[in-house]
């Protein structure tokens, strides 16, 4: 599929994939699928910063390449690596028949028949449904020296490797990188990029979201489970609930059979909206009663 060559058709480019973005996200998505540039996406957990790069995927008819971010990740494990059990049967077979050019051996098993190609090489390749989305999920788990790593990646759309030389796509990547902010990005990244803060929706865009990813909750109830989200993400909670969340918690009420809220139904799942028990102890009883209560009232 082509590339949308307006907002608005990425507006609906985004929607045929049931996800609903305000205008200002739209806006960057397009503006970095037209400048072939990276796109920076910063929010809390659970805001849908990872399913842009899903819903890109599904609606272009690209492959999705998802790389996720870890402590200690490194090259070998981003990039490529050797396999070095094979290099070494063939260089135990090349001894064994006598060969002893040296550097002819040597560039024989660091050929590319010997490279494992890990997430971000494999995204330099080309693709005959054209550029590949690649998905560098929560960036802000590596250390800094991985972002400059990542540099070369995002500014050129090239590897360098050593043994073979520079790896350059004919057709750079659609990259999409996430963050939750749990350390600050470098500059020097940030720079490479376009960038966007993923705020959590208000109640109306929230409502249409529940409606079209959990259209097995009525309506009412659909109401009430945003009222509520919305009401409890004002409170001081260690983690306020995510979209995520939300769409968790209608599945859970849908499958108890809830038509409405009450506070014994909120009491019993509240371990499916929240994810810290001082957060659950915080809203069980009176809060969530009072909570209720003001929903109705207003």
Request: contains cysteine; charged residues 30%; negative net charge.
């Given at each position: 599929?082509m590339l949308?060559a307006?907002?608005?058709?990425t507006?609906?480019l985004?929607?045929?994939?049931?996800?609903?973005?305000?205008?200002?996200?739209?806006?960057?998505v397009?503006?970095?699928?037209?400048?072939g540039?990276?796109?920076?996406l910063e929010?809390?957990?659970g805001v849908?910063k990872?399913?842009?790069?899903?819903v890109?995927?599904?609606?272009?008819?690209?492959?999705?390449?998802?790389?996720?971010?870890?402590?200690?990740?490194?090259?070998?494990?981003?990039?490529?690596e050797?396999?070095?059990?094979?290099?070494?049967?063939?260089?135990?077979?090349?001894?064994?028949?006598?060969?002893?050019?040296?550097?002819?051996?040597e560039?024989?098993?660091?050929?590319?028949?010997?490279?494992v190609?890990?997430?971000?090489l494999?995204?330099?390749?080309p693709?005959?449904a054209g550029?590949?989305?690649?998905?560098?999920?929560?960036?802000d788990?590596t250390d800094?020296?991985?972002?400059?790593?990542l540099?070369?990646?995002?500014?050129?759309?090239?590897?360098t490797?050593?043994?073979l030389?520079?790896?350059?796509?004919e057709?750079?990547?659609?990259?999409?990188v996430t963050?939750?902010?749990?350390r600050e990005i470098?500059d020097a990244?940030?720079?490479?990029?376009l960038?966007?803060?993923?705020?959590?929706?208000?109640?109306?865009?929230?409502?249409t979201?529940?409606?079209a990813?959990?259209?097995?909750?009525s309506?009412a109830?659909?109401?009430?489970?945003?009222a509520?989200?919305?009401?409890?993400r004002?409170?001081?909670?260690f983690?306020?609930?995510?979209?995520?969340?939300t769409l968790?918690?209608?599945?859970a009420?849908?499958?108890?059979d809830?038509?409405?809220?009450d506070?014994?139904?909120?009491?019993?799942?509240?371990?499916?909206?929240?994810?810290y028990?001082?957060?659950?102890?915080?809203?069980q009883?009176?809060?969530?009663?009072?909570?209720?209560?003001?929903?109705?009232?207003g």
């Open positions: 599929m949308p307006t907002i608005d058709e507006v609906t985004l929607s045929s994939g049931d996800y609903v973005a305000d205008r200002a996200l739209s806006t960057v397009f503006l970095a699928l037209k400048m540039r990276p796109l920076l929010g809390e957990a849908g990872t399913e842009i790069a899903k890109l995927a599904k609606t272009l008819g690209r492959k999705l390449i998802r790389l996720q971010c870890y402590e200690g990740l490194d090259v070998s494990s981003a990039v490529y050797w396999n070095y059990a094979a290099q070494m049967m063939a260089i135990r077979l090349a001894e064994a028949e006598g060969v002893v050019d040296r550097s002819r051996l560039e024989d098993v660091f050929s590319e028949r010997y490279l190609k890990r997430p971000l494999q995204a330099l390749e693709d005959p550029a590949p989305i690649l998905l560098i999920d929560e960036l788990r800094e020296a991985f972002e400059a790593f540099l070369e990646v995002l500014s050129d759309a090239q590897v490797i050593p043994e030389g520079t790896i350059k796509a057709h750079p990547p659609i990259v999409i963050s939750n902010r749990t470098h990244l940030k720079r490479r990029c960038y966007h803060w993923v705020d959590y929706p208000d109640a109306e865009r929230e409502l979201i529940l409606r990813k959990a259209p097995k909750a309506a109830l659909s109401k009430e489970i945003v509520f989200v919305q009401a409890i004002k409170e001081e909670l983690k306020a609930p995510g979209v995520a969340e968790d918690w209608a599945s009420l849908v499958e108890l809830a038509v409405a809220l506070p014994a139904v909120v009491s019993d799942t509240l371990g499916v909206l929240l994810k028990q001082d957060d659950i102890q915080k809203m009883g009176a809060p969530a009663k009072k909570i209720l209560h003001e929903m109705r009232a």
